[in-house]
């Protein structure tokens, strides 16, 4: 049929050679895309629209279907290795439930309520809705996870372990670290007093192929001239400018570099530098850390009332989000300054008026003025300062109590700083032992042994105190004469055995009971009385385990059928019962051709192979 119509034919051969172009369609009319939105909600509409186009992934190959190996000539699939480590999620996994599972654990973490949120955080691991790393950075670690923990132990006075940490980050992890990683674990070194160490991780930093970062460099200066060590600074920035070829323009290595200048008497150059970094023209880039630098080099080197011209340009260039010039860290520098001026009720209006520039302090903040305060006989202004914490929306921790603690006392107010102490057991807080001894201390410097009891008592079910404790306590109870006491808190001792009473502890106590005249063997009997007690209570938990042992056995015997137990009495009385008749009549045959004595299951076993047989 085809044959049929040989013109058609040659037509379509004809069509098929001549080139063809894929024409695209036509433009549409008005193609219009606004460059405004009315409302912030339109905005969120278009930045959500953008994401979503993100977020379209590329074909896993561009390559035509027709093209590809057929299945049997496809090299197989390698199985994954169990033992690699696992790689971090992308951005693209925090969507549906699990964007709206991070939106909850943001949300209890914003309300501070930190329990709620890791509660909530540790049971949706084990869901079947997990959390993304960007939830709980540690499901599968990247570079932040482990910057995370480098910042903790370093903040923590932990420097060896963050190190550790950085090691295994470099041998174990899939990624290599950043420069932020670097950047964080040469700041903790430089604030641990490890500045010699910080140095050798600058220089594996540069080994490994990265720029010379100039945060990097500003910590290690700034790190040489808290030593003083005016000549490292110059010649770390010397290295500085030869690696980045002369042009360094971040503002936080000239606070570090004014010092080294101060440090070697080179105050000209010190001014100079500060014109070229903070001038009109200047190109350096100066931010709310390098100003604080600049701030502290001037306040650290009898420069204050530059310091105070300083902070005022400061506050006037302070033009949030747009320019940043002032933070918590800034007002804390002019706080140390004016104490250092001896100026404390300027320290004071400057450190609560910081919220003009949206700054707010922090415990650590507070616990610095007060402790300056203290320590210059202004515990009064300490005390007032310490009760306008509520209006920052700080409470008072550990240190804050300690240090108003330690002022009562060498103000000579005892009772009120067994009131601090007090008032840090009622709001839940955890004070050490040091703590404790502090108090019990100076309690019994002044007199008061029963308060420095009474607190014994409390806090010896709390902390796990030492021999020296217990030898301090002995001897202020032995000194008033309280023998009784003393040796009820042996006995104490002894029924618990946490620690043991070593000899100088009897020696203690055997010395307060001769001054007492009264019989060093109260203690030996005592010991004696004790350790009877302990074998005691030893041989009644044996003979009650006994017990319960013999409780079980019988329990098992109850439920052992007598036939199946060959040592039960009453197996043995039929057995005696049965003798001889039993073995007379074993072959006895009753009529229907059964054998005496034989079960039915053993009559009815012999008709079947009897039957067998006969087949």
Known sequence: MALSKPSSFLHHLKTLSKPYYHRLPPPPLLSFRPLSFATAEDIAAERRRRKRQLRMQPPISSSPRQHQPPPSQRSPIPSPNPNAPKLPEHVFALTGNRLNLHNKILKLI?????DEAALYTRHSVYSNCRPTIFTCNGIAGNVITYNLLITLYCECRKPDTALEHYKRLIEDAPFDPSVGTYRILIKGLVDNNRVAKAIEMKDEMLSRGFDADMVVYGHLMNGCAKNKDGDKVLELYEELREKLGGDVTNGIVYGPLMKGYFLKGMEKEAMELFE???????????????????????????KFDEALKLFDKMKSLHNPPWKLTVNLGSYNVMVDGY?????????????????????????????????????NGLLPEAEKLCGRMDEKGVNPDE?????LMEACFKENRPDDAAEYFSKMIAANLRPNLAVYNKLVEGLVNVGKIDAAKSFFDLMVKKLKFNSASYEFMF????????????????????????IDLNEDMRKIVKDGLRSQS??????????????????????????????AKARAREAVRSLIPPKLSGNSEEGKESAALSGSAGTQGANEVHPNGEMA????????LRSINSAEATA
């Open 597 to 604: 004595g034989s079960s039915p299951a053993e009559s009815e």
């Open 276 to 302: 070229e970094a903070t001038g009109e023209n200047s190109r350096i880039k100066m931010d709310d850390v390098a100003y604080n630098l600049v701030l502290d080099a001037f306040c650290k080197n009898g």
């Open 475 to 498: 001897k202020a109870l032995c000194d008033v004469g309280k023998l009784d006491e003393v040796l009820a808190i042996v006995g104490d001792m002894l029924d618990e055995g946490s």
């Open 399 to 403: 240190v804050s109590y300690v240090l």
């Open 339 to 375: 104490c250092a001026e001896g100026s404390f009720k300027e320290a004071i209006e400057v450190f609560m008026g910081m919220n003009e520039k949206g700054c707010s302090p922090d415990i650590l903040s507070f616990n610095n003025l007060i402790e300056q305060l203290c320590n």
């Open 110 to 114: 914003r309300e501070n309520d930190l």
């Open 518 to 547: 009264r019989e060093e063997e109260e203690l030996d009997r005592l010991i004696e009385q004790k350790e009877k007690e302990k074998e005691e209570a030893k041989r009644r938990e044996a003979e009650e385990a006994e017990r």
